[in-house]
């Protein structure tokens, strides 16, 4: 991975500086808006960026602003009761969810152009946020038992993009990019548990901060 993402960052550098040559494929892009998805294994499509929405705008044939936006979240229910001597000895019902966002934006700045081939790099700020709530209600031997476990990871971070865009068509391109990321993110933990009238509460918080390469992405844009 590191020889790959080497010789592409070379390869990029190389050809901004051999050329500076203007194409009409290239210039025609200039006010228009783009949706943008990324070419997985086998060559099917899916979302950019790990972006439920990614889009982007070119002001001029120098300067775009790239937005993406990723929601998901999902819901679970289970219940369980077990028996002795066909006797109920305990009733539990657990119920699960979990919700996360994400919101980036990019500012990506075209350094050259050589015939169809447009050579960019840019960066800019994204919020990410993930929630899971865990909750069981189990009643044992005619006894409550209430337990709630909630955990929230939240922060900030920057992205880094370098990256090479080749138009098939007027309308329609092909990219090839490679990034850094730094994040901060914060953590929080709530559990929750009760047994008749007795109850016992924790928290648990704690931050930390990380910077990674990214894997190199291929991309599909569609312009409008």
């Known amino acids: ?12 550098i ?12 290239t210039n ?33 044939k120098n300067l775009a602003v790239r937005v993406g936006l990723s929601i998901m979240g999902s819901s679970s229910d289970n ?8 006797t109920l000895e305990e009733n539990s019902k657990t119920d699960q969810s979990v919700f996360s966002t994400k919101i980036a934006t990019q500012l990506l700045y075209y350094l050259a152009r050589f015939n169809d081939v447009s050579f960019y790099l840019g960066g ?34 920057v992205e880094s993009v370098l990256g090479v865009e080749w138009f098939v068509k007027d309308n329609i391109s092909l990219s090839s990019e490679y990034g850094f990321e730094f994040r901060s993110t ?7 548990n009760r047994t008749n009238e ?17 894997t190199v992405k ?7």
């Open 186 to 192: 914060d953590r929080e933990e709530k559990n929750e």
């Open 14 to 25: 190389s050809y901004s500086y051999l050329f500076s040559q203007d194409s009409t494929k």
């Open 79 to 86: 219940t369980t009761d077990n028996f002795y001597d066909n």
């Open 218 to 224: 291929f991309g599909l844009s569609v312009y409008f």
């Open 124 to 157: 800019g700020p994204f919020y990410h946020y993930w929630n899971a709530t865990n909750e069981n209600n189990t009643l044992r031997n005619d006894m409550p038992i209430f337990s709630k476990t909630e955990r929230t990871m939240k922060g900030f971070g």
């Open 28 to 60: 025609s892009v200039s006010e228009r808006f783009a949706l943008q998805f990324q070419i997985d294994q086998n060559f099917t499509l899916s979302n950019f960026q790990g972006s439920v929405f990614s889009g982007k705008y070119n002001f001029n």
């Open 198 to 214: 007795i109850s016992n509460n924790n928290n648990l918080n704690g931050s930390s901060v990380a910077f990674n390469a990214s």
């Open 1 to 12: 991975m590191i020889k790959k993402s080497f010789f592409l960052v070379l390869f990029i």
